[in-house]
């Protein structure tokens, strides 16, 4: 009888000792592409070889030491690999050498606090987030935490499905916590990355969208995914517009890249409509008292999503309702990937295949 090797098992060999990545060594240094040891797998977690890894604006503000809280150079960022289990560690039972897994910003909690107990594990205080306090997938293997790794549905193309594990369960989320019911406006604000990803998540739960950013090519693919109404915030009065068009939106999410964005969308809402924060540019912003009061706004904070919402998420793609704009680029060209990410020059997401190489 002739064996069949399953034909998802990559080339992999326990002898390898190294592995090709970009590293970050100096905040705001461009990352150095180096070989670096290939790491093993303790208790409980997987060596995962990566197909590809979307490009999030996290891993640039990671990069650029832009955080309060900071990693430590050096570290691999990447945080929407999307890869094949080649080893396991011990005690890991629920993954075996062939599965399909992801990693994400929320790599890992303590799953005993409060906030672990009550399903609110993004908040625990003791996680671990991939491509930030542990490496991440900027190279060609990482490693996962067993019992937090992304199960990767059935039939998914590597390429469109790496950005759903930070931008699409992130958005998703975002969305949902609006509490924006269909047939509802939701404003989207920023649509690089996460917010064309969230048109369509808006869209595939019932809701208007009006799309806000500051570069009419990212309005062109809002309106293609389906967006009612677009606005360029630098050229036009986006309050009055919002406004106009849509009486106020019941929900807004912010996805922007810059503090002014944050500002600007208070005055988006309808009055009683929730604002939830989504990006995460260094500053602050103005916030009115009275109209935040007399309008009864709710202002929030989302971040990433849980392991449920990560399965939501990833449910929505998988019955076909969501496809990132993608684009391929090799681990070679993740320097140049991020200055025009920093120019705000990428349509939908950079996402970089290691099966080219
Ligand atoms: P991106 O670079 O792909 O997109 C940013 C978009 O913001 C661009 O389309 C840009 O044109 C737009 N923009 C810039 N200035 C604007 C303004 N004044 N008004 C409206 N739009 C404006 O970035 P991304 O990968 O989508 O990430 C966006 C932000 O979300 C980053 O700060 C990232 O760190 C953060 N993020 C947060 C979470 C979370 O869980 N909260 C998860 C992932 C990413
Ligand atoms: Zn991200
Ligand atoms: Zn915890």
Not at 91 to 109: F, H, I, M, P, R
Request: glycine share 12%; proline share 5%; aromatic share 6%.
């Amino acid at each position: 009888m002739t064996q069949t090797m399953d034909s998802r098992a990559p080339n992999y060999s326990s002898a390898d000792s190294t592995m090709r990545a970009a590293v970050v060594t100096e905040f705001g240094a461009p990352l150095a592409i180096s070989e670096v040891e290939l790491p093993v797998p303790g208790i409980g977690e997987a060596l995962v070889k990566l197909e590809t890894s979307g490009v999030c604006h996290t891993d640039l503000h990671a990069a650029q030491g832009d955080w309060p809280v900071k990693p430590t150079p050096p570290f691999i960022p990447g945080h929407e690999g999307c890869g094949i289990v080649v080893a396991v560690g011990g005690g890991v039972t629920d993954l075996k050498v062939g599965d399909q897994v992801g990693n994400a910003w929320l790599w890992s909690a303590c799953g005993r606090c409060e906030y672990c107990r009550t399903g609110r594990e993004t908040l625990c205080e003791s996680q671990q987030n991939g491509g930030y306090s542990v490496n991440g997938s900027f190279g060609s293997f990482m490693i996962v935490n067993a019992a937090y790794a992304t199960r990767i549905p059935v039939g998914a193309d590597p390429l469109e499905v790496a950005p759903i594990l930070c931008a699409g369960v992130t958005v998703y989320k975002g969305l949902k916590v609006t509490d924006a019911r269909p047939g509802q406006w939701v404003a989207i604000s920023g649509i690089g990355g996460l917010g064309h990803i969230a048109v369509q998540y808006a869209r595939a739960m019932g809701l208007r969208v009006v799309a806000v950013d500051v570069d009419d090519s990212k309005l062109a693919l809002a309106a293609n995914l389906g967006a009612e109404v677009t606005v360029n915030a630098r050229t036009a009065d986006v309050v009055a517009e919002v406004q106009n068009a849509t009486g106020g939106a019941h929900g807004v999410l912010v996805t922007a890249v810059h503090p002014e964005a944050f500002g600007q969308a208070i005055g988006l809402a309808r009055r009683g409509g929730t604002i939830v924060l989504i990006g995460l540019p260094p500053g602050d912003f103005p916030a009115p008292i009275f109209d935040i009061v007399l309008k009864g706004l709710t202002i929030r904070g989302s971040i990433v999503g849980t392991r449920e919402d990560m399965a939501e998420a990833l449910d929505f793609y998988a019955r076909g309702l969501i496809h990132p704009t993608v684009a391929a680029a090799r681990l070679d060209d993740v320097n140049e990937v991020f200055d025009r990410m920093q120019r705000g020059e990428i349509d939908g997401r950079v996402v970089i295949d290691y099966r080219q190489d």
